[in-house]
């Protein structure tokens, strides 16, 4: 038995050498940080977010209102969401609630009847875009224990006799709200709290118990834990808390919104409307989302309870920058429609007036009437952020719930195609802002890749005609080449147009699938780019990732930073990166190399004069630690730093929903002996130290947000690999006992009796 413990240990020990041996690399390097180096300003808004309802990351996520389908104005299918169960039903128009407010449910009960909302369902199988009708089909409202729901609802009475119950349907679930229709021969509301007993799943149940026709519409239902509900200021809409939160621990100095998509709509004729998304919650419009596919089972609407007024206000209470994103005018079913109309015009196959024709049916065209009305909306959306409230469209803010102005500074020019036309159409409306308004600096987005003959064609546009215009520009990469463009800006003009870049994000190359493509991997990959960004700020005024939230099961992109469900929110890697960097960044860069980008580690260093806190960014890609030293000259005397981190054993290693905390960053201390640190940098890590100096030593810096890892990353692969090589070593141990016992007994068989005589 002792040898096949001792074969066991052996084995134990070979595994455990093996790895610290594959893990760790003595490999020492210096990174000087002087004083005399500190170099140009860092842009004071360089990190923000997007937001943008793709994914029912708005409808269905940041909206605290669980109803889907609220108003019966789907066009893909009026009674998406709804399970109804009546003598009859259907979905009328004839006595609308208001113009904007079509479409209302006409019921007629002969006993019982009911009617549920499922909310916002999953409609996939996890990690795929299957199509799980189940799913689709299955009540997904998230409901707390002991909180409390607003129901809310219009009701019209037509000869219904009988009570109206109405609960939340989940097992567990006991407390109902009752009431009559009597003597609501006209649209009336009802409102009443409701409490959950449980935590659970499930959807709101509507019962009517008679005889007779009632008209419902405009149904809702609110946690009225819900950021922002019924405060004075966020007078009609709340949102999502855990979405709240999440955001603002990102501390985004910007926020874009609502998407380039969704700003451009499908056709000229949806243009995205912002006068839509404000007021009282019934009156505002609704339209179908541009990512709605109803053949393939996601029927997606804009309720805009989410609206402009509400986008303002998130940036005022976070203290970011809004950025409202606006249309050219331009508008295609898609860009690669747009693309190959051009390669026939640029081959001959269209004629200049098949050429012009088709750009005068996807875009609104300057001196038409059409073309002042759309430009004057814009105007008029300027005046609604920072307008006194003596104009029209500042009195409009102020019934909105806000009397002072927003601090808006920045709009963006948005649009799927460029070329002349968008030039000709962003000309227009730069004139008509600047001689309304003259402190709004716009940011021109005319898509074209990055190093393309288009991209330096428009930036030379921008250097000639509006030199104080921001180009703006999108980085969407996969396999492993953001990595390449590191080094993207460090040959981009310092005197010319400054870079905003609006949405980017990147899919890891071989690791995951879905969900899990947001691994430590991924953040590692967009850490490298960063540093590069940060590296370059003076010419890069502002950046953020996208999508930044999408449902679990519903996802129309493959990445995003913050992935939910109705109960949760699961903060990805690459979260955590945006997270780490936006928190941590000097004032001004400080050129320091390290020189070990062959290596696969890189850095960027930016300090804060007036804070003294130097910070260092430091990513390693390589599965090996390494030996590094800081040297810290001219900044007096350093005692200690703090590094805020994150680090993995393999690649895939992500945060699932439903499933346990595995990376998160985490923190240690340093202490630096003669201004110098020689620390070990974790294998494929992302790295922020933060270095206080003179009078500040003790400087208060970013504390990360309490988390619990609960436990490490395990790779699929060592799930299955680890019993087995238990499993190995039991057998292994099982023989070699056997084996033992079968020796010694044979040995005891053998051996000769007091007699002389062998055992028998």
Known sequence: MKKAVSLFL???????????????????????????????????????????????????GLSSNLVNNNSFEYESDSLSAWNIDAASYSVQSKESLNKNNRHYLSVTVDGEGTAINNGYTEIYDYKTYNLNEKKKNTSDMGFKKGEKYEFSAYFKNIGFKGDIIVSLNAKGNTEEYKFSLDGYDEWTKVISQIESNVTADGGLL????????????????????????????????SIRSDFYSAVKELSPKFIRFPGSIASNGGNTEKLYNWKSTIGPLEERAQSENP?????????????????????FMLCEDLNALPIPAVSAGISVESYEDYREKHSDYENGELTENEWRSYLDSVALKPNTEKWEKYVNDIIDLIEFAVGGIDSEW?????????????????????SEIGGDIYWRNFDS?????????????????????????EFKENKAIINAEYPDAVLGESCFSEGGKLFEKTHRYDSYERSGAKAAVGEWSVKSDGYGTVQTKNNIWSAIEEAAYLTGVERNADVVRMISCAPLFSKVNAQCEDVNLVWFDSQETVLTPDYYTQMLFANNIGTKYVSAKLNMEQQGVFE???????????????????????????????????????????????????????????VAPREKEYTF???????????????????????????????????????PYIHPAFKIVIPSVI??????????????????????KNKPSENGEKKK
């Open 206 to 237: 509507i019962k009517a118990v008679g005889t007779g026709t009632f008209l419902m519409d405009f149904v809702t239902l609110v946690p009225i834990e819900s950021y922002g509900f019924y405060s004075e200021e966020w007078k009609y809409s």
């Open 429 to 453: 409306i730069y004139k008509a802002v600047k001689k309304a308004f003259p402190h709004i600096i716009l940011i021109a987005s005319p898509k074209a890749e990055a190093e393309s003959d």
């Open 10 to 60: 052996a084995l134990a020990i070979i595994v455990s050498v093996t790895v610290i041996a594959f893990t760790y690399n003595k490999n020492g390097k210096e990174l000087l940080i002087s004083k005399d180096n500190i170099s140009y300003d860092i842009s004071n808004n360089l990190y923000g977010v997007s937001l943008e309802d793709v994914n029912f990351a708005v409808d269905g």
């Open 604 to 662: 960027a260093v930016t300090v804060d004069t007036e804070e003294q806190v130097i910070y260092v960014k430091l990513v390693n890609t390589q599965n090996k630690n390494i030996d590094l030293t800081l040297n810290i000259q001219g900044f007096g005397d350093i005692s200690a730093a703090s590094n805020q981190y994150m680090s993995e054993l393999f690649k895939a290693a992500c945060n699932e929903i439903g499933g346990k905390l595995h």
């Open 291 to 311: 990512w709605s596919d109803s053949e393939n089972g996601r029927d997606y609407n804009n309720s805009n309870a989410v609206g402009f007024y509400e986008y």
């Open 673 to 711: 002996k003669n201004n110098k640190l020689n620390f070990n940098l974790d294998g494929l890590s992302v790295n922020v130290i933060r270095i206080p100096y003179g009078d500040k030593n003790k400087a208060e810096l970013y504390v990360l947000p309490e988390t619990e890892i609960v436990t």
């Open 394 to 414: 500042g009195a409009v803010r102020a019934e909105n719930g806000r009397t002072e102005p927003f601090a808006m500074k920045y709009l963006e020019i948005d």
């Open 727 to 748: 499993m190995f070593l039991l057998a292994v141990t099982g023989l070699a006992v056997l084996a033992n016992r079968y020796s010694i007994r044979k040995r005891a």
